[in-house]
């Protein structure tokens, strides 16, 4: 069975970048668009970035414009999370998605990443 692993969250000073890796382990077809969502503890999951295989812009939360830049490199299905100018409310468990018309859950999913940034 496929399986999105993820890489590159850890501890980082207010101010600082970090660069998030999801890798799909095998071959997907059909992705819609590939997707970071991050959960604070005691909040909802919420969509940070996306990037759809329509040539569409990739979009983001409001939260994140102009400090994080989702991209992709479909030969490998891996997708990438630049986040620069990190502040503390950025502190949360970051989860890839790989989103498959069509199949239960949304697709798949990486099995988080935490970053954590001090102030």
């Known amino acids: 069975q496929v399986q999105l692993v993820e890489s590159g969250g850890g501890l980082v000073q207010a101010g600082g970048s970090l660069r998030l890796s999801c890798a799909a382990s095998?071959?997907?077809?059909?992705?819609?668009?590939m997707n970071w969502y991050r959960q604070a503890p005691g909040k909802q999951r919420e969509l940070v970035a996306t990037?759809?295989?329509?040539?569409?812009?990739?979009r983001y939360a409001d939260s994140v414009k102009g400090r994080f830049t989702i991209s992709k490199d479909n030969a490998r299905n891996t997708v990438y999370l630049q986040m620069n100018s990190l502040k503390p409310e950025d502190t949360a468990v970051y989860y890839c998605?790989?989103?498959?018309?069509?199949?239960?859950?949304?697709?798949?999913w990486g099995q988080g990443t935490q970053v954590t940034v001090s102030s």
């Open positions: 990037v759809t295989n329509g040539g569409s812009s990739p």
């Open positions: 095998g071959s997907i077809f059909g992705i819609n668009a």
């Open positions: 998605n790989f989103y498959v018309s069509g199949l239960p859950n949304f697709g798949y």
